[in-house]
């Protein structure tokens, strides 16, 4: 799992650098398929991971608008902010997490429960769907995506 986060974070810096060449009004323009454009899915993959380690720990979520963030800086500043929390988290993970409960109330009022381990995995395949979003309005935009490819990330554990 620890790897799967660090293929997700890798992936994001370049498309963090795949951003700089790209015009800000570009990053901003809402697009169809996602929670707005790029730049905004960025700040919606950062805020839902840290929000998820954050109460996983029983601490509280993270509640500001896109509308304050509406950079490549800020939004790249954001992240660097909550990457130590979550990379500590992650990072430290141990197997004994795996089955820790996590309960909460919806919106409707019904209760439900998901184990650490399915969060964990939820975070990863929310961050490679959003990441396909990013690599079809890469090629609106007229530029190559970056790669999703896991290979040659040099990121398996060599024997």
Not at 65 to 90: I, N, Q, W
Request: charged fraction near 30%.
């Amino acid at each position: 799992m620890k790897t799967l986060f660090q293929y997700n974070w890798q992936v994001r810096d370049e498309w963090f650098k795949w951003c700089e060449d790209v015009e800000e009004a570009e990053l901003l323009l809402v697009r169809t398929g996602g929670v707005g454009g790029i730049l905004h899915t960025l700040f919606h993959i950062i805020d839902v991971e840290w929000s998820w380690i954050r109460v996983m720990q029983g601490k509280p979520d993270f509640q500001e608008s896109f509308d304050d963030y509406r950079s490549l800086t800020l939004v790249r500043e954001l992240e660097a902010a909550f990457k130590p929390e979550v990379e500590g988290f992650v990072l430290n993970w141990k197997d004994e997490m795996e089955n820790n409960i996590f309960t909460d109330t919806a919106p409707d009022g019904r209760i439900f429960q998901d184990t650490w381990g399915e969060i964990m995995r939820h975070m990863i395949a929310h961050e490679i769907h959003h990441i396909g979003q990013l690599s079809v309005w890469a090629r609106e935009v007229g530029k190559t995506p970056v790669s999703a490819n896991f290979l040659g990330r040099g990121l398996a554990k060599k024997k």
